[in-house]
């Protein structure tokens, strides 16, 4: 268990005595200090304490100890009962959770179903509480309401493994009273159901937690628990080498090699849900033309952006969801690099001449800078068109990309989507039907009948089949059409890459979910 | 001029500069793209929820009577609430300044520790191999990056040879010091102690360089002085000399350059903090700005304006104190 902050390491101390005998006597003055706790340092955390305010899997792991999600979610996507004991489809557009009876807030009131009720209604209505960014993963989930202590009566308009899939995903239970006390959102409180009940919260920096009794599963693993955030990597990294941290979030590739070979040390890899590509809003010129589109495709070498610049991190990607996922199509492959193709596409689609800017995110997924000057500079060395890479907080990107306006968002750009309800709809609503946060498809010409609508009309069609072999063709297809169309530039399928303590027996979901509950030293 | 003018003048010169720095933070604001109804909402929200958080933001009202709204809150201490946090920026500006404050004044020790025994050796013993040390240190200190120096100081202190922790804060001074007082043990105090090593050097040492830079300046001019030759004509010793008389004289350009370096230190931790991931006002400010939290960055930006004209007029009045001839320009 790490001393927290201290950092004073038995296994490394003095290992290389030159020139640290006389600091390190100075250091032994000073001694070590700290209660042991298991730490989990990430590169970000949350804004505020409130779990319906958020909606990046970072946050959720700083909120999943305390606020309990209503199911298990297994690292294959299924769902499994943990609140909820049993659901039930009683009715076209109503699903019937029933609730365990023995669960307490950690403030000592009982859980019921009108709490249940109201974290949904808070999270799907804007009415309710504050309006709520998790809003789009609960698809077609229009509200809930209490039957007795017991059972809650979801309402949907879709399919119903969908809407349970969403439930899954992001509700995680809040007592309605104690919310409805407080100022909305909740800045720096929590009071959940879950294993861990919290001690200390700063925003953006530290969740401090402990075991809470009176939880109804299982005792957790680690009596005393720290999230923290340090976005700096190498500080992050030597957070790990000096054993402050246990486990720590997206280590450079270039620190994997001496992160392996360190005593003690042992990195963890999963092929992760994040899928990275670039968007080329269609309203205008050029990226109006799929045969342009598709030259953006052959001249983006994203086999070599995995091995040259990731380190061989990754998997390519042909089509908006990556493998595993529901409605995956396994029978596309990925655009080969092909520049001379490339060319030929750009003169066919007459805009030679054009003058692209890639914007690019600053720091938020793995080498993100790198690899859009990478795809840039690729693109740039096509004789028929210019390309240069511009980097911008990723906060200003997602601010004009997740305004459901293709028109405000840059011409072109990177971006990472991650999906963790493992079925292509939350991989595709959100890009490609009108309406949605980032709707950046609406291509209005290009043949009959016209792409934008088809793939958006078969997308809500896809929510509303029942037959499940029906509908994973159904979104074998749209992933078919929009790998043709090309509306995106399909690099790769990012891995997630941890440095943990050797003796720790865990191992790393592809949701990027870190549940302590899983670990074991 | 008296005491009490040349006072009146430098403070209303601070007013002035502190005005000038919240005109320009809210200007930068209004320029800067990015619409913080979007940032307090997320994607999504109804044009009606939008409207009504406009609304009570005061965002549809003119700039003008944005800006003066904003003043008015400045003069009784209200800085507006973070679009992130939903919390009151004063609070999480003032809950960050103990940090900021401890790292800028231990970098200070650090710089007076190291500076001073080696200015004067350099001085002392000029074209010798410890004056040629001790000038090189100095031009290498003046150049290093800090963010650079600070990840080598982490790489071989805490990751290589373990002495130190490599990041974070563990407990504050002032919690540390009721600790020893109340429980009798210090073990919070050298957990702080531990902690701010490395972040202090790094933060220090650019100071460090330029403090011995001027005291061997300072002590090599005094030296020269009749009033050192005719010390030395009485016999008195060369290490009185040194210490008691030239270096005080020298010191006193010294304090001055101490006290107005404090405020850029406080202003220039930005990096160190995100290096260490010590929380104070610099890894704040870095957020702010990241997640576009324009009501935070503002706070800051105008926190460490104040805190710089404050010191500046305080060194100003000590220096002024001590020597008549400035009030009398």
């Known amino acids: 268990m790490s001393q927290h902050g201290s950092g004073w390491t038995s296994r490394r101390a003095f290992l290389t005595a030159t020139g640290a005998g006389t600091l390190g006597a100075v250091a032994g003055c000073l001694g070590g200090e700290g209660p042991e706790e298991f730490v989990v340092t990430q590169g970000e955390l949350a804004g505020n304490a409130d779990p319906n305010d958020h909606n990046a899997t970072p946050a959720y792991n700083v909120f999943d100890p305390v606020y309990e999600p209503l199911f298990d979610l297994t690292p294959d996507g299924e769902i499994q009962e943990r609140i909820v004991t049993d659901w039930e489809h009683v009715d076209d557009g109503e699903i019937e959770l029933t609730l365990r009876d023995d669960v307490v807030f950690h403030n000592g009131d009982e859980m019921t179903a009108s709490d249940v009720a109201y974290t949904i209604d808070r999270q799907v209505d804007e009415e309710v509480g504050i309006p709520s960014p998790q809003a789009d993963g609960m698809t077609g989930i229009t509200g809930a309401e209490a039957e007795d202590e017991t059972t809650v009566l979801v309402e949907h308009e879709v399919n119903p493994e969908l809407a349970e899939t969403g439930l899954g995903v992001f509700a995680r239970v809040v007592d309605e009273e104690w919310v409805e006390e407080r100022e909305q959102p909740i800045a720096d409180e929590m009071n959940g159901t879950g294993p861990y009940q919290l001690v200390e919260f700063q925003a953006e920096e530290h969740a401090v937690y402990e075991v809470f009794d009176d939880y109804w599963g299982e005792e957790p693993p680690f009596d005393q628990l720290r999230f923290q955030a340090i976005s700096t990597d190498s500080t992050r990294v030597a957070d790990l080498e000096t054993e402050a941290s246990d486990v720590v979030t997206n280590v450079p590739p270039a620190d994997v090699h001496d992160i392996s070979e360190a005593e003690g040390l042992d990195i963890r890899t999963v092929v992760s849900f994040r899928n990275i590509f670039l968007v080329m809003p269609n309203d205008d010129e050029p990226f109006d033309s799929q045969a342009f589109r598709q030259a953006m495709n052959y001249a983006v070498d994203n086999e070599a952006i995995i091995s040259d ?36 596409l750009i003169e066919e689609s007459g805009y030679e001449g054009e003058a692209l800017t890639l914007t690019c995110p600053d720091g938020r997924y793995l080498n993100d800078t790198d690899i859009a000057e990478y795809a840039a500079s690729q693109i740039d060395e096509l004789d028929t068109v210019s390309c240069e890479a511009e980097i911008v907080p990723f906060e200003d990107l997602v601010e004009m990309v997740l305004d459901g306006d293709p028109t405000t968002a840059p011409d072109f750009f990177l971006i990472g989507w991650g999906n963790p ?56 297809d749209i992933n078919e059409e929009i790998h043709e169309a090309a509306a995106w530039v399909f690099l790769h399928n990012e891995e997630s890459v941890y440095g943990v303590r050797s003796d720790l027996e865990w191992e790393p979901r592809g949701d990027e979910r870190i549940n302590p509950g899983e670990m074991e030293l | 001029m008296s005491l009490a003018k040349f006072l009146l003048r430098r403070t209303l010169q601070g007013l002035l500069v502190i005005w000038g720095v919240v005109t320009v933070t809210f200007g930068i604001r209004v320029v800067a793209p990015g619409d913080p109804v979007a ?10 929820l939008q409207e009504q958080v406009r609304e009570d933001l005061g965002l549809n009202e003119p700039l003008y009577v944005q800006y003066v709204d904003y003043l008015q809150g400045l003069v009784v201490g209200d800085l507006g609430y973070s679009y992130q946090s939903r919390r009151e920026v004063e609070i999480m500006v003032v809950e960050r300044v103990p940090a900021t404050l401890e790292l800028a004044l ?25 004056d040629y040390g001790a000038t090189t240190f100095s031009l290498v200190g003046i150049s290093t990056p800090n963010f650079w120096l600070g990840i080598m100081l982490i790489l071989l202190f805490a990751v290589q040879w373990g002495i130190f922790p490599s990041s974070g804060r563990s407990v504050g001074l002032g919690e540390a010091v009721v600790s020893l007082v109340t429980t009798g043990h210090a073990n919070d105090l050298l957990a702080w102690a531990r902690h701010i090593v490395l972040p202090a050097i790094t933060l220090g040492t650019f100071f460090t360089a330029l403090i011995t830079r001027l005291t061997r300046s300072g002590m090599v001019d005094e030296l020269g002085k009749p009033y050192v030759t005719a010390a030395e004509a009485k016999g008195l010793p060369g290490v009185l000399i040194r210490y008691k008389h030239v270096l005080k004289n020298t010191m006193i350009p010294i304090v001055t350059v101490l006290g107005l370096q404090l405020g850029t230190l406080i202003g220039g931790a930005v990096i160190t903090e995100e290096v260490f991931n010590w929380p104070g006002l610099g890894s704040r400010l870095i957020s702010s700005i990241r997640s576009d939290d324009w009501p935070l960055t503002q706070g800051i930006l105008i926190f460490i304006a104040v805190s710089f004209v404050l010191i500046n007029i305080v060194v100003d009045t000590i220096y002024a104190a001590l020597n008549p001839q400035v009030t009398a320009e």
């Open chain 1, 421 to 476: 309800t493992y079925d292509s709809n939350y991989g595709l609503e959100p890009w490609f039907v009108e309406g949605q946060a980032s709707y950046n498809f609406l291509e209005e010409d290009l043949e009959e009948p016209v792409l934008d609508q088809r793939i958006e009309e078969a997308i809500l069609e896809s929510q509303t089949v029942e037959d499940e072999d029906e509908r994973e063709q159904l979104l074998q």
């Open chain 2, 106 to 130: 231990a970098a200070t020790v650090v710089a007076i520790v190291i500076a001073i025994p080696l200015g004067v050796v350099s001085a002392t013993r000029r074209n010798e191999p410890a």
């Open chain 1, 309 to 344: 610049i990731n380190d061989g991190f990754g998997e390519p990607m042909s089509q908006p969801v990556p493998e595993d996922h529901f409605g995956h199509n396994p029978d596309l492959e990925p655009y080969p690099y092909d520049p001379d193709e490339a060319e030929s």
């Open chain 2, 39 to 48: 940032v307090i909402l997320g994607p999504g929200a109804s044009e009606t």
